[in-house]
């Protein structure tokens, strides 16, 4: 398991990888640390607006500190951009000359 020191070595480095800042929230919010997970999905999601997995990372850490409307929309948000991201994957299949 990383450590938030660990990771947060890496976002200093990469300030603009959304992957980045949504390890460094999950080892923050493995830590018991939760405020400061959601800063970091929060950098992620202002760095890339779709990015699911930030949303739904989010939504864990907001239920665990009992926000549980804020995390429902965290959650709803991140269902939806994976939906999306479905769809815009099969239709990009059903094109002629797709693999």
């Not at 990771?7 to 830590?31: C, D, H």
């Not at 405020?35 to 999905?41: L, P, S």
């Amino acid at each position: 398991m990383e450590t938030p020191s660990n990771v947060m070595t890496r976002s200093s480095r990469y300030p603009q990888l959304a992957e980045i800042w949504n390890k460094t929230g999950t080892a923050f919010k493995n830590s018991g640390r939760y405020a400061e997970a959601i800063k970091c999905y929060d950098t992620a999601i202002d760095i890339n607006s779709k990015y699911a997995d930030a949303f739904y990372n989010k939504g864990i850490a907001l239920a665990r500190v009992g926000c549980d409307a804020d995390a429902a929309a965290a959650f709803a948000k991140a269902k939806e951009l994976e939906v999306n991201a479905s769809d815009h994957q099969e239709a990009s299949m059903s094109k002629p000359g797709s693999p």
